[in-house]
């Protein structure tokens, strides 16, 4: 692995020295992310492997170009996991695309974040300076806290080489509930209501199905924690649930595993374009913020609320864009072109992304972005316009 990282190094040593652009890529499953991908690739996969797994200790380290389902498959062998269930979005998802992307999975709104996992992490620069920051445990972060910063990055930063993690055991009692019926303003409201309570609340989505027959809204809320705890949280959430008229189904963590992992995976219905000239947007609001009422000739964006509310799922035309932004910025939030549209994939350059993939930064972001940038990459060669 000496000799694979001492390529990695020369590479960028030598495109720092040329200008040559360079694009950190592992699995690729997240190419459609960001602004238009530029630069020669620098393929991550050769330099995997876990390096180091203490169950005890509930923390493990991993090489950038290591699968992370195998890194996966590890952690459950051992009764653990990622609490924040990483997207993977396809076959070969590697660790250091999933730190890089900084992307969470349905129960982001109550166990956090991947900045909140990291411990410590290694990363090269634009000099060839293979850096360390943080280590292995909670309490060892000096100074700037940089292997979090590198969370969510796009490898604009560096090259992350390794990562430190930290897992947690897997919740001994779950059950999700399906309420059929709610609406998204009484979906809202509860969780709300529920978020004041001490109750094992984990994951939440609220959508009208389609796809059902007949077509109707549904709530699910996942409930993780002790055992007695979960089972006392069915029993009150199904009777708020019911006061509204709604009927309540308690389905077991089994039975709901593959519809939550489709959740974070976007493979359930809703996730498939209404029409080819819809875009995915993301919105990122407040958990307190109203529905959205957002409209494009007069008809209702389809949407998808999870994240007990705090992210909002969205389809509209790149045209829409200034409608969407609007509705997000107006509660205190921001919008995300997430994926494009089927015709602009059909066209080179991906027109959709000219509407703006996310919300500008002000000039105080962005001075304070581009100087962060050039402290890592003076270059300015690391995966350049992707974030």
């Not at 653990?80 to 695309?97: D, L, N, R, V, W």
């Amino acid at each position: 692995m000496q000799d694979t990282l001492q390529h990695i190094t020369d590479r960028i040593l030598q495109a720092s020295k040329t200008g040559q652009p360079l694009r950190f890529r592992g699995g690729g499953t997240k190419d459609f992310l960001g602004q238009s991908l530029q630069g020669e690739v620098l393929d991550t996969t050769p330099y995997s492997g876990i390096l180091s797994y203490e169950p005890s200790e509930l923390v493990i380290t991993v090489r950038c170009g290591t699968p992370l389902a195998e890194v996966e498959a590890a952690l459950a062998q051992k009764g653990q996991c990622f609490a924040f269930e990483p997207p993977h979005f396809g076959k070969g998802a590697t660790i250091g695309g999933m730190v890089a992307a900084g992307l969470s999975g349905p129960a982001r709104a109550s166990v956090g974040t991947v900045r909140d996992f990291v411990l410590g992490a290694r990363v090269i620069n634009g000099k060839g300076e293979h850096l360390t920051f943080g280590g292995q445990v909670m309490k060892n972060v000096a100074g700037y806290d940089v292997s979090r910063l590198l969370a969510g990055s796009w490898g604009q930063l560096g090259l992350i080489t390794e990562v430190s993690l930290k897992v947690l055991p897997v919740a001994p009692g779950e059950a999700t509930l399906v309420c059929a019926g709610v609406t998204q303003a009484q979906a809202l409201k509860l969780i709300n209501q529920w978020g004041g309570q001490p109750l094992p609340l984990n994951a939440s989505a609220w959508v009208h199905d389609t796809s059902a027959t007949p077509a109707q809204d549904f709530f699910f809320i996942r409930l993780r924690g002790a055992v007695a705890a979960v089972d006392a949280a069915v029993v009150k959430m199904t009777t708020d649930v019911q006061a509204l008229g709604a009927e309540v189904t308690r389905m077991s963590a089994d039975d709901a595993s593959d519809d939550w992992k489709a959740s974070g995976e976007q493979t359930l219905e809703f996730f498939q374009a209404p029409t080819e000239l819809d875009c995915l947007w993301r919105l990122s609001v407040p958990q307190t913020a109203p529905v959205l009422d957002v409209r494009v000739n007069g008809a209702a964006c389809p949407q998808y609320v999870e994240w007990h509310g705090a992210q909002r799922w969205l389809w509209a035309p790149a045209s829409a864009a200034s409608l969407v932004r609007e509705a997000a910025v107006k509660v205190g939030g921001h919008a995300t072109l997430f994926r494009t549209s089927a015709a602009s994939q059909q066209t080179l350059g991906d027109v959709d992304k000219q509407a703006g993939v996310y919300t500008p930064l002000n000039a105080v972001q962005q001075r304070i972005q581009n100087e962060l940038k050039k402290q890592f990459d003076s270059a300015g060669i690391f995966n350049p316009g992707r974030a």
